[in-house]
């Protein structure tokens, strides 16, 4: 069969229009390449990757001491830890000093001593003394640091389980710390503490609400016995402040008890001081007004024309008149 034979320019043609075949087989080459290379680096070890930072470190630095002018510089990696103030400024750096408070010594002891309450050390020897049977029983504690005077005692002694109202010990405890507290004017915070065990009632949604009624319960149980409202304060710690392991009984028992903290500071009343009211000054357009107005006021008593009387308080019409006020004689 014959076929026809394609000219030359046919035959080139076809070769050009298949020429793209070659660039893109090399630039699928490439990128296959490429991502072999970024595989191999992702599963580079760590030991691996860390010579490779160090060679190439150490040829940037090689070659920077090569360049080097004589002055020594920093290496092409940056130093992780910043510089000292003496490294940066050298030792003519001043060191900042505070202002001064007070020249006056003598003055800040006098300003300190007008806010001190009654001596805290003192005070610990006579509760100790009116607290001795409850101390050496273990239902109450004593301590005294710096700050505070603190009393310890028992939440068992002073109210019944998962309640808030004080008992008769408390009572009685309480009158034999009056007698003491009363004698003085130190601040007072008292403090409530529960153990770790859960409580949900209609009256204690949880711990929180327990420490904080006890500790009210105290407080007002002083202030009945004349201890000054104004120098207590209530705190509620709950269950988050615990003394000891919430793992034990005996644990549980020590965290469940009520802290009265004197401060060494005395309670300042503030006096306000009231002035007295400035009576207004009435001018003489008011006193005119005031006196119109008590005219017009005024009750009358008009006799009419034609007899009988009118009580009023608006002034005589025409034809009518105002009979005379006869005085009583003595």
Same mark, same amino acid.
């Given at each position: 069969m014959y076929r026809p034979r394609r000219s030359a320019a046919a035959e080139a043609e076809k070769s050009d229009a298949e020429?793209?075949? $070659?660039? /893109? *087989? =090399? @630039?699928m080459t490439l990128l296959f390449a490429l991502f072999v290379v970024l595989y191999s680096m992702a599963n580079m070890e760590k030991e691996q990757f860390k010579k490779l930072q160090d060679t190439? &470190?150490?040829?940037? $630095?090689?070659?920077a001491d090569k360049n080097d002018t004589g002055i020594q510089g920093q290496s $092409?990696? !940056? =130093?992780? @830890?910043?510089?000292? =103030?003496?490294?940066? /400024?050298? &030792?003519?750096?001043e060191q900042a000093t505070g202002p001064t408070l007070l020249a006056d010594n003598a003055k800040l002891e006098q300003i300190e001593s007008t806010k001190l309450g009654s001596p805290l050390a003192a005070m610990q020897k006579d509760i100790n003394r009116a607290?001795?049977?409850l101390v050496e029983s273990g239902l109450a504690k004593v301590t005294l640091d710096e700050d505070w005077l603190t009393i310890e005692l028992s939440s068992g002694l002073l109210f019944s389980s998962g309640s808030a109202s004080s008992n008769s010990s408390a009572s009685a405890v309480m009158t034999e710390l009056t007698a003491i507290l009363k004698q003085t004017t130190n601040f007072m915070r008292v403090r409530g503490y529960t153990d770790s065990v859960p409580i949900r009632t209609e009256q204690f949604p949880s711990n929180w609400e327990l420490s904080v009624a006890r *500790?009210?319960?105290? $407080?007002?149980?002083?202030?009945?016995?004349?201890?000054? !409202?104004?120098?207590? *304060?209530?705190?509620? /710690?709950?269950? @988050?402040? !615990?003394? *000891?392991?919430n793992t034990t009984a005996q644990g549980r028992s020590q965290n469940r008890k009520v802290v009265i903290a004197l401060s060494k500071y005395a309670y300042e009343p503030v006096v306000v001081e009231t002035a007295e009211p400035a009576e207004p000054e009435t001018s003489a357009e008011q006193v005119a007004e005031e006196a119109v107005q008590q005219e017009q006021n005024k009750v009358r008593v008009i006799r009419l024309p034609h007899g009988g009387i009118r009580i009023t308080t608006r002034p005589p019409e025409p034809g009518e008149e105002e009979p005379p006020i006869h005085k009583r004689e003595q």
């Open positions: 020429r793209w075949l $070659v660039s /893109y *087989a =090399d @630039y190439i &470190s150490k040829v940037f $630095v090689e070659q $092409v990696q !940056p =130093d992780i @830890y910043p510089q000292s =103030d003496f490294e940066l /400024y050298g &030792s003519g750096l607290l001795r049977s *500790a009210a319960s105290i $407080v007002r149980l002083l202030e009945e016995l004349g201890v000054a !409202p104004q120098r207590m *304060a209530i705190e509620g /710690y709950g269950q @988050y402040s !615990p003394f *000891a392991e």
